[in-house]
């Protein structure tokens, strides 16, 4: 899978998964601690993957 569709991909995926509801176009209205959370969890997801790629 191209790294651009995984990114996109998991930049979908993860909030929902987290109970984070993302809007098309501006999210100024989430907390800190919720865009927080999805990053980690991006961040943690593509770590994953790249590591299983090796």
């Given at each position: 899978?191209?790294?651009?569709?995984?990114?996109?991909?998991c930049g979908?995926?993860?909030?929902?998964?987290?109970?984070?509801?993302?809007?098309?176009?501006?999210?100024?209205d989430?907390t800190?601690?919720?865009?927080?959370?999805?990053?980690?969890?991006m961040?943690?997801?593509?770590?994953?993957?790249?590591?299983?790629?090796?």
């Open positions: 899978m191209d790294f651009k569709i995984k990114l996109s991909f979908e995926y993860t909030p929902r998964e987290m109970g984070v509801n993302l809007k098309q176009g501006y999210n100024g989430l800190s601690r919720e865009a927080g959370s999805v990053g980690g969890q961040v943690k997801k593509m770590i994953e993957s790249y590591e299983k790629n090796l």
